[in-house]
């Protein structure tokens, strides 16, 4: 495959991560927990100063 395909399925690819972090996330917070720390990093969130919030 050329690079530039490889770079769009690799966007790609990372698009569907963070779309699925964020949903992991919000499920996560509706239900009053807090998303693990893998979670949280994807969406570039530091998860101590997550902690520190009060759900």
């Known amino acids: 495959m050329s690079k ?3 770079s769009f399925l690799n966007s790609v ?3 569907f ?3 699925g972090a964020a ?3 919000a499920s996560a917070v ?3 927990r807090v998303p693990d720390t893998l979670t949280l990093r ?5 998860p101590e ?3 520190r919030i009060r759900l």
Do not use: P, W
Request: proline letters at 0%; aromatic letters at 4%.
């Open 17 to 19: 991560t963070t779309l």
């Open 4 to 6: 530039i395909m490889n």
């Open 42 to 46: 994807q969406l570039g969130i530091d």
């Open 23 to 25: 949903s992991r996330a």
């Open 49 to 51: 100063a997550f902690r």
């Open 30 to 32: 509706r239900s009053h």
């Open 13 to 15: 690819g990372q698009v």
